[in-house]
């Protein structure tokens, strides 16, 4: 099932809420924002901003067969639709293995400074093996060449 386009709105509001409340929550103590600071990680370049937020622990039911990413590139110069983040994008698991994306769905509302979009990787591989299993500590989805290449890491529990 893929995701509505009249969503993509939403999902950013709750990517924007999320990074406010973890800016906004008292205290150093991170276990209260564990959760919260696995979801959305942020990528601060030179002139660009990307913000990659990993959908399927709340939009499992709309992702059932692909690993899916809500990724948001900002800037105030520039054309962001240069970038071909089909081309620029990778999933690497906890052994090392890479794999490409299968699909990138543009939102309605990108324009040159400011694109989102969902980013998605097949979530079985050829032999039917789950591509993120529970033994994988920590999973990384690469943007390459954006000024630098991006790196956001998340942590198995």
């Known amino acids: 099932m893929k995701i509505k386009k009249e969503y993509y709105g939403v999902i950013a509001g709750i990517a924007v809420l999320l990074i406010l409340a973890l800016y906004l929550m008292p205290g150093d103590s991170g276990s209260a924002r564990v959760a919260e600071e696995d979801m959305t990680k942020i990528s601060k370049g030179r002139g660009i901003q990307i913000i990659a937020t990993y959908l399927n622990p709340k939009y499992e039911d709309q992702f059932p067969n692909s690993f899916a ?3 948001q590139m900002n800037t105030h110069s520039g054309d962001l639709f240069i970038y071909d983040l089909l081309e620029l994008s ?3 698991d906890g052994e090392g293995n890479v794999y490409k994306p299968i699909r990138w769905t543009e939102s309605d509302r990108s324009w040159g400074h400011h ?25 990384r989805l690469v943007i390459k060449g954006i000024e630098f290449d991006r790196e956001f890491v998340w942590k198995t529990r």
Do not use: A, H, M
């Open 69 to 71: 990413f809500y990724i």
């Open 115 to 139: 694109r989102s979009g969902v980013l998605e990787f097949q979530k079985i591989d050829e032999n039917g093996n789950l591509i993120l299993s529970k033994k994988d500590k920590t999973f």
């Open 90 to 92: 990778y999933l690497q």
